[in-house]
């Protein structure tokens, strides 16, 4: 069974960087899958934030573009996400899964979630 395992979260003030890292269990083949990171801030939805293929090519969503960099380690069955310029609506918990792809996108491909790690950028 998959598991995920996020780390790195921490408070940080307005404007500054932090290196989230996600380390993926369970005997999966990790470098065929496109991997990301989302988030879910209080009474929101999660919503996904950085996509990495298995060939490198990474997408961001708009809000955090020329901010966030996602990157892997196939090696170590890793993928981390640098997060620059943090702003107070970057407040949330971060996560990460696989995911497949269809013609709408992105999603979510394992149903278990890590417990995630707390990014909490203060104004």
């Known amino acids: 069974q998959v598991e995920f395992v996020e780390s790195g979260g921490a408070l940080v003030q307005a404007g500054g960087s932090l290196t989230i890292s996600c380390e993926v269990h369970g005997g999966i083949v990790f470098p065929i899958y496109a991997m990301g990171w989302f988030r879910q801030a209080a009474e929101k939805q999660r919503e996904l934030v950085a996509v990495?293929?298995?060939?490198?090519?990474?997408h961001y969503v708009d809000s955090v573009k020329g901010r966030f960099s996602i990157s892997r380690a196939n090696g170590q069955n890793k993928v981390y996400l640098r997060m620059d310029n943090l702003k107070p609506e970057d407040t949330a918990v971060y996560f990460c899964?696989?995911?497949?792809?269809?013609?709408?996108?992105?999603?979510?491909?394992?149903?278990?979630w890590g417990p995630g790690t707390q990014v909490t950028v203060s104004s």
């Open positions: 899964n696989a995911l497949s792809e269809d013609g709408s996108g992105y999603a979510a491909l394992f149903d278990s």
């Open positions: 990495i293929t298995n060939g490198e090519a990474r």
